[in-house]
């Protein structure tokens, strides 16, 4: 139980750390949030915890196919944000992701790659 408390604090800290930043540099935050800092905390607790390597492997393969489709998400939402607000904002973004994950998903299995 403390192993998982552990891993709570220290991702909630990651993203405490990223809002900060953001209040006081626009770009240092993004550059921090768009660190695959997530991902790579991911990949250490699969290690430590002694998932195979191909599990972790396949995380990164994986992470890299679905972080593609949401990258439409970070030009509409700056786009909308000041034309119809935050809320509609968000959640047109989440509704281009989502679009974008379905067919990226379509497109990338065609070449072999099941996403779905």
């Known amino acids: 139980m403390a192993w998982l408390i552990t891993k709570f604090a220290f991702t909630a800290a990651v993203i405490v750390l990223v809002s900060e930043v953001a209040k006081r540099s626009d770009k240092a ?7 695959p800092l997530v991902t790579l905390m991911a990949l250490v607790w ?5 998932q195979p390597q191909e599990k972790v492997a396949k995380h990164a393969w994986y992470t890299f ?3 593609l489709p949401t990258l439409p998400m970070f ?4 786009y909308l944000l000041p034309r119809v607000g935050f809320w509609p904002s968000l959640l047109a973004s ?3 992701t989502v679009a ?3 067919a990226f998903a379509l497109v ?3 070449f072999g790659i099941e996403l779905l």
């Open 29 to 35: 935050g993004a550059l921090i949030a768009a660190l």
């Open 46 to 50: 699969l290690h430590v915890e002694g």
């Open 65 to 67: 196919w679905y972080v």
């Open 75 to 78: 030009l509409a939402f700056p």
């Open 94 to 96: 989440a509704v281009i």
């Open 100 to 102: 974008s994950f379905g």
């Open 108 to 110: 990338v299995r065609r």
